[in-house]
T-cell receptor, first 115, second 111 residues
């Protein structure tokens, strides 16, 4: 049973527009959420995170929103750029205070930004 | 460059052959992980380690073994490779900042 779900496998957006990537989770014990970005032939790299005590975290063009009651988070990219084309993984972990709890990843979503 | 280094980057094995994938990190991280990535399946945890000399099973451990004899190294072994183990393997490490640092991956094909 997948605990972190990225139900849309792909998203195509025009350059300059907003990209919204969605993620749902089922484990109510998750309290820290991360987004990773992956280019072909490279390992995933950390993009942005949010803890359960917040409902929004912003870093430049990237904003993550968390709705705990709905067990839903989303990543907004504004404005989208062709270099943002990549696979985006949503990940979650229990025990925000413990570094040794494992990340659970979603299946990923492939974002394509059209010039 | 500091980070996680995986060797080899590519490998083709015949069914039944064995091999070891090496992961090395120079960030003094306690925790290390091995994932496999398959189309439509995302990243699935194979084995992990919470410190030197310790290992534990993840989500898909069958057919793999691991060892963490030194803090900086985490080895993934395939004793008898099967075509179902054709995948891209990623190693990751983490310290106290809750995020993972990934290696660039090993693309393994079993024929």
């Amino acid at each position: 049973d997948q605990q972190v779900k990225q139900n849309s496998p792909s998203l195509s957006v025009q350059e300059g527009r907003i990209s919204i990537l969605n993620c749902d989770y089922t484990n109510s014990m998750f309290d820290y959420f991360l987004w990773y970005k992956k280019y072909p032939a490279e390992g995933p790299t950390f993009l942005i995170s949010i803890s359960s005590i917040k409902d929004k975290n912003e870093d430049g063009r990237f904003t993550v929103f968390l709705n705990k009651s709905a067990k839903h988070l989303s990543l907004h990219i504004v404005p989208s750029q062709p270099g943002d084309s990549a696979v985006y993984f949503c990940a979650a972990k229990e025990d925000y205070t413990g570094a040794n709890s494992k990340l659970t990843f979603g299946k990923g979503i492939t974002l394509s930004v059209r010039p | 460059n500091a980070g996680v280094t995986q060797t080899p980057k590519f490998r083709v094995l015949k069914t039944g052959q064995s091999m070891t994938l090496l992961c090395a990190q120079d960030m003094n991280h306690e925790y290390m992980y091995w994932y496999r990535q398959d189309p439509g399946m995302g990243l699935r945890l194979i084995h992990y380690s919470v410190g030197e000399g310790t290992t534990a099973k993840g989500e898909v451990p069958d057919g793999y073994n691991v060892s963490r004899l030194k803090k900086q190294n985490f080895l993934l072994g395939l004793e008898s490779a099967a075509p179902s183990q054709t995948s891209v393997y990623f190693c990751a490490s983490s310290g106290t900042d809750y995020g993972y640092t990934f290696g660039s991956g090993t693309r393994l094909t079993v024929v």
